[in-house]
């Protein structure tokens, strides 16, 4: 079992490092790179074996919008971990920690663009039957949401906007 803590700035080259060999491409890891540098404060969390950091997962501000008013949440992503230290629940120990660092932060929605057979154990669901979309409404099927206080979600649909860095 990985000890899940927050990020330090000394992790920053190891979380790189795991978000480049988790995912085909370095991308998630250039994402992680420039929010860090403008969504204050995310939630970071790093899960360590030893003194190795072999996953991460970040959560930074999304923005609803619709006509009448605006509201915020929480979107969850990237999720990384190290290909050797897959399918060993660390994943899994890094969803719930953040969820609930999301909690003692206030924060009662969180958003996810990602497996529809993997987020839905940690209480993710559709979030289109709800009335609220990605901008790209072709991965709708991928979008989900988590209410962490219930009734948090009432009364709000619309798009779901995550910051400029994940363009």
Do not use: W
């Amino acid at each position: 079992m990985a000890i899940i803590r927050e990020e330090r700035p000394q992790d920053h080259r190891a979380v790189y490092e795991v978000n480049r060999r988790a995912f085909e491409t370095a991308a998630e890891a250039e994402i992680v790179e420039a929010v860090r540098r403008v969504a204050m404060p995310p939630v970071s969390l790093v899960a360590v074996e030893g003194d190795r950091v072999v996953g991460h997962i970040l959560l930074s501000p999304v923005t609803i919008r619709n006509e009448e008013k605006k509201a915020t949440a929480m979107g969850l992503g990237p999720m990384s971990v190290l290909p050797e230290f897959q399918k060993q629940g660390i994943g899994a120990q890094l969803v719930r920690a953040a969820l609930e660092a999301c909690r003692k932060m206030q924060h009662n929605v969180v958003f996810v663009l990602g497996h529809t057979h993997y987020y839905p154990r940690f209480g993710f669901e559709p979030a289109a039957p709800r009335g609220l979309h990605y901008k790209n409404e072709l991965l709708d099927t991928h979008f989900m949401v988590a209410e962490l206080e219930p009734g948090a979600l009432d009364g709000v649909a619309g798009v779901v906007e995550y910051l400029p860095e994940f363009d």
